[in-house]
């Protein structure tokens, strides 16, 4: 039986270290000649414990110098679905890669009786002690233990680890692929007396404020907590009064079980886990998981992680506002654990077990429903179950993931409902739901999760995304095969989880703040898990030493998943993507509001009140601050709210400034936190005040006109149009006669602008396979090849205008333009029209309707530009559907810090609600471009074509020009390469549309 994983006082001797390796083809391995003790393993490879050994330099398969197999059929392989053996269970190919590994080490006398523990080994591990078998273990991330009867001095400890077993059966679960011993192997020593298993009951009453405790131990222990004053017998209960854990208040009280022959250290948290009329809580209080899905990675080493790594990955969570964990789809190392206990984190435990693969064959032989496949089933959740019941932030237990339906599942339930009643239990895939306490889906569209947090789904919870389902003869549709009515009617009244949603492949995801609004709105919906955390990229360099990150698309095998393991809100290497800003702002927790004259503030904690936090203030006039101070707040409980005046300093800071002005609050950490310093903002509102704008004009001294108009009021001046061989000039600017291009604007040369419509596709334009694949529909109707057609250039009444076409190749539609320019003081104002003309949807060709990524200009600029200021959302990228997390001001970058290294090259470095940028360069003038009122902006060296065919950064090279795109919108990222597709608001409409921007060089 396992034990729980416990701190303890008796000798453990870590085995972790270089090990001797030698790979063979077969699951024969090496034979059975390395057991014996005076075996010469001096030829074979060095290998580190723990590792996975498609990682790690040792010679391959296929013979030839040592090296890393990366990329290679050898190495580590990628499938989301798909099983990379036959579909022929328990059976296993002849072909089955078989690591042999071999360990001499010494031992110290008096060391006594001995467990040898290993606590992770991919996928099947034989273990021989001394050339004793000791026994066998498969379930690659669960512990095992084996009885070790060591002697004093050398001994010699072999493992032999075959790459596919029948468990692998057990773990389709969307990852790589990566063999060997890849967590701690422990040598425990167990003296008489020692505690082999220990369960810790730590309850907690919400109305009393009262916490239960009983600590159930393998052996005649005490129990000592301290600062309770508690020292009673293992196995009898005791109440006091106690602070109770909580994810944004974790409580955990100090102490020991101590035995005749071991102590181990305690970490209590009380708390109690309930659902309460539909609503799922946590010490009587309603729980939101703000919630990731986590694989263990690491772009070096794979899933062996080290303590530090993890603490990064939390420390990231925290700051972000994440406070929930779902450990996808299998338990983690056990210090993660630990950890979320210090940090506070909610934490769902998925047991290790998936078997989506078994779809290629519509689940004809799925192990959790055939009663040959119950022990191993059932081995898996008392294996994740036991070592980790003892860790207060595990508040449910998942019983697997993407494994349909079987009466494993009910036995599960039935285990855990009398070994730990103390918390939920989740089940996502079973339409019947009754051995869940949770209704879940995942990626549902807006629409279906409000129709949810309101009660109002389709019967069945999951035939529709809209509304009730009908039979074809009208009639209300059957229940899924298996649902009862009685069971419909239970999960109606479940609360409802969103376990996967927002899929961070790439630039995205979008929705987000829509997805919580929904969330906030309904206490049904106990939150939510973005998938997912991390991209699972590995590090790599081509043959002539350019470094990339290596994705499943890069390995020489099949099957593969492509760049699906790319999904993550940090890039591999830990870096916080752009998706993961705007995750931070969803989440938040404290909500600040600024109107013209106060600032709301709402308390939306679980638990926590405001007495940590402090809430400056600052004014911002032109990037500059003008004032700054702290508001005074009271102290909010949880669900409290106030409005507080805006301060005077800063009234008059904003009355007095006519730039772009802004009011900035803030909640910050009055104090340092374990995951962050004191200062930290945890939520931020904002307000923004435009300047009069005869000021503002008059300020720059140009004619005065209203900021707040689409369309320019512009009075021409005819005095300023003249003809040159082959061009015009009107005002500053000189265009080119035959084109209508802008070649000239003062000083500056440049080139444009042309209707641009196209942008390079993003992971979640591709969507998934044929769905909701609108970047193939786009280069199935030539949309990444137009041609722009100059139909007439006048020069009418001091503006000149220009018309033409801009479609693509082959097919009808297209856009009907026309630019109309108009000198205005040193610059120029250009109005633009666009008429979508042709059949844009339900053509005889593609039967779909075709969605423009972008509505815009494309100008070319002198290659020496280096820098681009701005006054809008920033500094980060933004676009229409997530733009929040991005504050209003004056932000300032050089160009080639405006991109995104996403590791698949993409549409990245869009900027919204632009009102002003200016583009620099040493030793030439300066463009302005001012929006009227807004603008989106992007700005790159390297054209959106290029972006396109890059397979990786490294493909990027300068093209010799800036490439600027002044547009007046660009669609939204969405995240529909798992999930629904781009919602209408955030698709730009074809229809006829205008807007207005003014530039000037100076």
Request: hydrophobic share 40%; glycine share 10%.
């Amino acid at each position: 039986m396992p034990r729980a994983h416990a701190v303890g006082d008796a000798r453990v001797q870590s085995l972790n270290g270089s090990w001797r390796f030698r790979l063979s083809p077969t699951a024969a391995g090496t034979g059975e000649a390395f057991l014996a003790a005076d075996f010469d393993d001096a030829a074979w490879d060095a290998m580190p414990v723990p590792s996975h050994w498609v990682l790690e330099e040792f010679t391959p398969l296929s013979g030839g110098p040592a090296r890393r197999m990366l990329g290679t059929g050898e190495g580590p392989l990628y499938t989301n679905t798909a099983y990379p053996i036959p579909l022929d269970p328990p059976r296993m190919p002849t072909e089955n890669p078989t690591g042999d590994y071999r360990l001499v080490f010494d031992v110290e006398a008096g060391f006594g009786e001995a467990v040898l523990r290993f606590g992770g080994v991919d996928s099947c591990a034989k273990v021989w002690l001394n050339g004793e078998e000791l026994g066998w273990s498969t379930g690659s991330r669960l512990p095992f233990e084996f009885e070790a009867p060591v002697r004093a001095g050398r001994n010699v400890l072999c493992v032999r680890v075959h790459r596919w077993s029948a468990g692998t059966y057990l773990e389709d679960q969307d990852m790589w692929w990566l063999p060997g011993i890849f967590r701690d192997v422990e040598l425990l020593a167990r003296p008489a007396g020692a505690i082999d298993d220990h369960f810790v009951h730590a309850d907690y009453d919400a109305v009393t404020g009262l916490g239960t405790l009983r600590v159930d131990a393998s052996t005649e222990a005490v129990v000592e907590i301290p600062e309770l004053g508690i020292r009673v017998p293992a196995g009898q209960t005791v109440t006091v009064a106690v602070e109770p854990w909580s994810a944004e208040r974790p409580r955990l009280y100090r102490g020991a079980l101590r035995a005749s022959g071991e102590t181990v250290e305690l970490a209590v948290g009380f708390r109690h886990v309930e659902i309460v009329d539909g609503v799922f809580t946590v010490n009587g209080r309603p729980v939101t998981f703000r919630g990731v899905n986590r694989h263990e990675h690491h772009p070096d080493t794979g899933r062996t992680l080290d303590r530090d790594t993890m603490t990064q990955d939390i420390v990231l969570m925290k700051r972000a506002n994440i406070d929930a964990v779902r450990t996808s789809h299998y338990p983690p190392h056990p210090e993660f654990l630990r950890l979320c206990d210090e940090y506070g984190l909610w934490v769902i435990v998925e047991v290790d077990l998936e078997t989506h693969g078994f779809i290629y064959e519509g689940w004809a032989h799925n192990p959790p429903a055939l009663p040959e496949w119950r022990d191993a089933v059932m081995d898996r959740l008392v294996r994740t179950v036991e070592p980790h019941k003892n860790h207060p932030s595990i508040v449910v237990w998942s019983l697997a993931n993407e494994s349909m339906t079987g009466d494993g599942f009910a036995e599960m339930r039935r285990w855990l409902d009398e070994r730990d009643p103390s918390r939920a239990v989740l089940y996502e895939r079973d339409p019947s739901y009754r051995d869940s306490d949770f209704y879940s889906l995942m990626y549902p569209s807006l629409e279906l999760l409000d129709e949810i947090g309101r009660h109002a789904e389709p019967r069945g919870g999951r035939l529709s995304m809209h509304g009730m389902v009908f039979d074809e003869s009208g009639g209300v549709a059957p229940l899924p095969e298996g649902v009862t009515e009685a069971d419909e009617e239970r999960r109606r009244g479940l609360p409802f989880l969103l376990v996967e949603y927002a899929h961070a492949q790439g630039n995205g995801p979008g929705s987000l703040q829509d997805y919580w609004r929904i969330i906030r709105a309904h206490d049904r919906l106990c939150g939510a898990f973005v998938w997912e955390w991390i991209d699972h990229g590995f590090n790599a360099v081509t043959d002539d030493g350019a470094p990339f990150v290596m994705h499943g698309d890069d390995v020489d095998d099949e099957p593969r998943g492509g760049r699906f393991s790319l999904h993550g809100l940090v890039f591999s290497d830990r870096t916080p993507t752009p998706g993961l800003v705007e995750l931070a702002k969803a989440h938040e927790t404290i909500g600040i509001t600024v109107s013209d004259d106060a600032v709301r503030i709402v308390n939306d904690r679980h638990s926590a009140d405001t007495a940590d936090l402090t809430f400056p203030w600052s004014v911002e006039a032109d990037g500059e601050v003008a004032a700054s101070g702290l508001l005074s707040v009271p102290v909010l409980a949880p669900g409290d709210s106030v409005a507080v005046p805006i301060p005077d300093a800063a009234a008059t800071a904003l009355a007095s400034v006519t730039r772009d002005t802004v009011l900035t609050v803030g909640a910050a950490l009055a104090a340092d936190e374990l995951w962050a310093p004191a200062g930290h903002v945890v939520a931020w509102g904002q307000g923004v005040a435009a300047p009069a704008a005869a000021d503002a004009d008059a300020e720059a001294g140009r004619p005065q006109t209203d900021r707040d108009t689409v369309r320019a009021v512009v009075s021409p001046q005819p005095r300023d149009v003249s003809r040159t061989a082959g061009g015009i000039r009107l005002g500053s600017a000189t265009f080119d006669a035959t084109t209508g291009r802008l070649v000239r604007l003062g000083d500056l040369d440049l080139d444009g602008p042309v209707l641009d419509l196209y942008r390079a596709p993003t992971e979640n334009d591709h969507g998934q396979g044929e769905i909701n694949n609108i970047a193939g529909v786009w280069r199935k109707t030539m949309l990444h090849r137009l041609l722009h057609r100059v139909d007439e250039i006048d020069v009418v009444d001091g503006r000149l205008r220009a018309s033409g076409r801009t479609a693509p190749r082959t097919h009808p539609h297209g856009v009907a333009w026309t630019m109309t320019w108009t000198p205005d003081g040193d610059g120029v104002v250009l109005d633009v029209d666009a008429d979508f003309v042709g059949p844009w949807t339900d053509t005889p060709y593609m039967h779909r309707d075709i969605l423009v990524p972008r509505l815009g200009l494309l100008f070319g600029l002198p290659g020496a530009a280096e820098r681009v200021t701005w006054f809008g959302r920033g500094p980060g990228e933004t676009y229409v559907d997530s733009f929040e997390a991005s504050r209003i001001g004056r932000y300032s970058r050089s160009i080639d810090d405006l991109q995104v290294p996403y590791p698949v090259p993409q549409e990245n470095g869009n900027h919204v609600q632009t009102r002003w940028l200016e583009v620099a360069a040493p030793g030439i003038p300066t463009l302005r471009v001012e929006g009227r009122p807004e603008f989106d902006f992007t700005a790159r060296r390297w054209t959106s074509h290029d972006l396109d065919r890059a397979v990786k950064l490294h493909d990027l090279v300068d093209s010799g020009r800036v490439w600027l795109n002044i547009d007046h919108a660009q669609q939204g990222v969405g995240s529909a390469s798992v999930g629904p597709a781009l919602p209408e608001k955030y698709r730009i409409p074809r229809e006829r549309t205008s807007w207005s921007v003014r530039l000037e060089a100076r």
